[in-house]
């Protein structure tokens, strides 16, 4: 096993109130991850989990109210969050890469995409104009934009929505970054544009050895488009593991929960499963699991006790209940 | 043969727009994109039939001029019989009542400024003058239960609702004047997948017990297969595939519904690069021969290039637009 390229422990971000009176927001409430080169891993879970602030934290793009409380970013064998903003300008873009949601807001509406690329280029390596437009060339053809030397000159509005998406992700592989996080990358898209783009991800992460961190609500986008998964509520992992055993042998409440709710898992015109509740007010998760209130098999120790990671079946997850699996099966309870 | 509650017939609407490769804009050639391009559908009563499709093929053009917020330029749209495209405003009050709208993106549909209460009573008392407002607030309250929300809600503002609360907000909305048909355009698009379950759920229960019929527009496969009777697959402003669910998913005929079938994510099966469309979704250009997908499409063929295809019935209740499956070229 090759040595993480990424990794992220023991994460606290908080967003800090305006106003005396208000107490401050905990998002992010001990996050561990670990991305290895060339890997794809994905993080799943609903809005408001705090997925993109996760993405945002580690190369520290969020807004000025955030901050980290504590944890360790280390990245390359650099920690991150020791770093001042110029040291952080040389990772950002050059060493990670990040693909937004909105492609006609991530872009510059007032500049070509020859333009964008080059700034792109030219800020971080030494090379003259004519050397880094033929770089950009290259990267336009990879993602496979079609007459790239004309699309070059046109400006954001006048390419579809799926190459806005494409250039995108050309001006994220333009460095060759090792590690490139696709936030939300194509909900924003058709679902064919949507297939397209998770394919040339997929292709390119393996074909350059570029490590991907995909971000998505949609587990089933990510299904087959991930080596391993993460999943995500309330600021923390819940479950971690190799995407098709997390898929197939699901263990988190949660996870279960989010599978069974897609609506191909309930034969048609059947009443679909669903979550009950919504996710909680972050303030009021200290000391229990976040997800006791709308767990089916919620006990007291959920409430009085935050769950922690451990091992269960093929991979990990965290929760109290899986903890104690003689009381999931009554024939071993009764034997005790 | 049913009666069809809603029948649109050779619907066409074309947008102006500025010519491509115009820069200046005084000197622009003006052209016309058909949003909606020689469109006939039936809808039955109490029946669900969604429409999918990419982004640009016209679906909310559709879902407006089906509302009447938007008029056609040529064809009619028919209701219960009669021809209500081109009635006035007022003539048309009497058909608002009857069908009403779920827009898109719960977050833009509800008016920032008014509360949950204020949104729900508006339309009664909008198509009721003469109602005391007493009785409008109770029927609001029994709505908002109706649809799953604490009535304790009723006097917040959208801002202080989640996106699967206002969701909910909208179809209580367009539920309030007891509407018998309900246009719904892309009621998930904008929620999480557990909430999108919520709202599946919710729509199922409502259609039960009002009898309602559905005309949904929607991208997501997989929430059309749980939902539809019937599906229709439009593209470039013109129906190219119609037929049951069953159908349509076990037998899909025409490329594109065999491409978008493909490129539909599913959790236990790996995506089907077989039926790989090639290309992008073109800008709209005006008034071109032959079929619309012909650039995309991996079997085009000569015919493909000349004549615009007709939807014709290949089995009973299953109609393909496409030369290559009209003509027996399989």
Redesign the interface.
């Known amino acids: 096993m090759s040595k993480p390229l990424l990794t992220v422990s023991d994460l606290h971000v908080s967003f800090m109130s305006r106003w005396q009176h208000e107490p401050n927001v905990d998002v992010l409430r001990g996050v561990n991850l670990q991305v290895r080169r060339g890997e794809r891993v994905a993080l799943v879970g609903?809005?408001g989990a705090g997925k993109s602030l996760l993405a945002t934290s580690i190369i520290q793009l969020f807004e000025s109210s955030a901050h980290i409380l504590k944890g360790r970013v280390e990245f390359e064998r650099q920690e991150l969050t020791q770093l001042n903003s110029k040291q952080l300008r040389q990772i950002r873009g050059r060493r990670i890469g990040m693909i937004f949601q909105d492609p006609m807001t991530n872009l510059n509406p007032s500049l070509t995409i020859e333009q964008q690329l080059l700034q792109c280029i030219l800020s971080h390596r030494n090379i003259s104009r004519k050397e880094a437009h033929i770089v950009a060339l290259h990267k336009l053809r990879q993602v496979h934009i079609?007459a790239p030397e004309t699309r070059m000159q046109q400006y954001p509005h006048?390419l579809?929505?799926?190459?806005r998406q494409r250039a995108t992700i050309a001006m994220a592989l333009a460095l060759e970054p090792a590690l490139i996080i696709a936030d939300e990358p194509t909900s924003a898209l058709?679902?064919?544009?949507?297939?397209?783009v998770?394919?040339l991800l997929s292709h390119l992460c393996n074909n350059n050895g570029v490590a991907l961190l995909i971000i998505s609500?949609?587990?089933?986008?990510v299904?087959?488009a991930s080596d391993r998964c993460l999943i995500m509520y309330a600021g923390q992992i819940v479950e971690q593991g190799p995407t098709k055993m997390l898929?197939n042998d699901a263990q988190h409440p949660y996870t279960q929960?989010?599978?069974k709710?897609?609506?191909?898992?309930?034969s048609?015109?059947q009443?679909?499963?669903?979550?009950p509740g919504?996710m909680p007010q972050l303030q009021e998760l200290q000391q229990q699991c976040s997800f006791a209130k709308r767990c089916e098999h919620a006990e007291d120790i959920c409430y009085r006790q935050a769950p922690l990671m451990a091992p269960h079946g093929t991979h990990q997850a965290s929760c109290h209940i899986l903890a104690r699996p003689a009381e999931l099966d009554p024939d071993t309870e009764l034997a005790l | 043969m049913r009666q069809a509650l809603v029948d649109i017939s050779n619907l066409h609407k074309a947008y102006s727009a500025p010519h491509e490769n115009s820069a200046l804009w005084f000197r622009q050639q003006r052209s016309h994109i058909n949003a909606i391009d020689g469109l006939d559908l039936a809808i039955y009563k109490g029946e669900t039939l969604c429409v999918v499709g990419e982004s640009g093929c016209g679906k909310s053009t559709l879902a407006r001029l089906v509302m009447g917020i938007e008029q056609p330029d040529a064809g009619s749209i028919g209701y219960e019989g009669r021809a209500i495209s081109h009635l006035s405003s007022k003539a048309r009050q009497a058909y608002r009542q009857r069908m009403q709208i779920v827009f898109q993106d719960p977050y833009t549909a509800l008016n920032p400024r008014l509360t949950v209460m204020h949104v729900l009573v508006e339309p009664v008392m909008y198509h009721h003058p003469q109602l005391d407002r007493s009785i409008a607030i109770e029927q609001a309250l029994a709505q908002l239960a109706a649809v799953g929300i604490d009535p304790s809600l009723a006097q917040r503002f959208p801002h202080q609702l989640s996106g699967g609360q206002r969701q909910r907000v909208n179809i209580a909305r367009a539920l309030m004047v007891q509407p018998e048909f309900v246009v719904a355009d892309e009621p998930l698009s904008a929620l999480d997948v557990s909430i999108q379950a919520q709202i599946l759920n919710l729509l199922a229960q409502l259609q039960q017990q009002k009898q309602l019929t559905y005309l949904i527009f929607s991208h997501n496969l997989a929430a059309v297969e749980h939902m539809a009777d019937r599906v229709a697959v439009m593209y470039e402003g013109k129906i190219c595939e119609i037929a049951s669910r069953e159908q349509i998913f076990n037998d899909p005929q025409h490329p594109y519904t065999q491409a978008l079938m493909a490129a539909s994510p599913q959790i236990h099966t790996p995506p089907n690069n077989n039926h790989k469309l090639v290309g992008d979704v073109p800008n709209r250009i005006p008034s071109r021969l032959g079929c619309s997908l012909q650039d995309r499409c991996p079997r085009a063929f000569e015919a493909c290039r000349h004549q615009s295809p007709q939807l014709q019935e290949v089995v009973a209740d299953h109609q393909v637009a496409c030369h290559e499956i009209n003509q027996g070229w399989r």
């Not at chain 1, 579809?160 to 190459?163: D, E, I, K, L, T």
């Not at chain 1, 009443?271 to 979550?275: A, E, F």
């Open positions: 609903e809005s079609p006048q579809s929505a799926g190459q058709d679902v064919t544009m949507q297939a397209e998770m394919r609500h949609d587990l089933s986008l299904a087959h898929i929960g989010l599978i709710a897609l609506p191909n898992m309930s048609p015109g009443q679909l499963y669903q979550i919504q």
